[in-house]
């Protein structure tokens, strides 16, 4: 698989949860980041090539959970709690080699699956 798959987007009143996921291929690390209209793409979350290590974004820290079952599992997952209007974006999955909060050092982009959380 050349590109990670997203799954899992859609409308949730504020407050509430998703569950978003990305299907890849291979034993790397894996993130996640979103991008808001006339804003840049930020960095939401990573996880290790095994799951052991992982990092957030200050503004999803104790909401927001990464995860993935071990290293040949090609699904990561990205629990959202607590979800806020401001979390509204198009959400991507990125494929790296590097354990890292900058997408440059990301390789494989899926499409985007979109999130929005209403008031």
């Known amino acids: 698989q050349v590109q990670p798959v997203e799954s899992g987007g859609g409308l949730v009143q504020a407050g509430g949860s998703l569950r978003l996921s990305c299907a890849f291929s291979?034993?790397?690390?894996m993130g996640w980041f979103r991008q808001a209209p006339g804003k840049e793409r930020d960095f939401v979350a990573a996880i290790g090539r095994t799951g052991a290590n992982t990092l957030y974004a200050e503004s999803v820290e104790g909401r927001f959970t990464i995860s993935r079952l071990n290293a040949k599992n090609t699904t990561v997952y990205l629990q959202m709690n607590s979800l806020k209007p401001e979390d509204t974006a198009v959400y991507y999955c990125a494929a790296g080699r590097v354990f890292s909060r900058d997408p440059s050092n990301f390789e494989s982009w899926g499409q985007g699956t979109q999130v929005t959380v209403s008031s």
């Open positions: 291979g034993r790397f690390v």
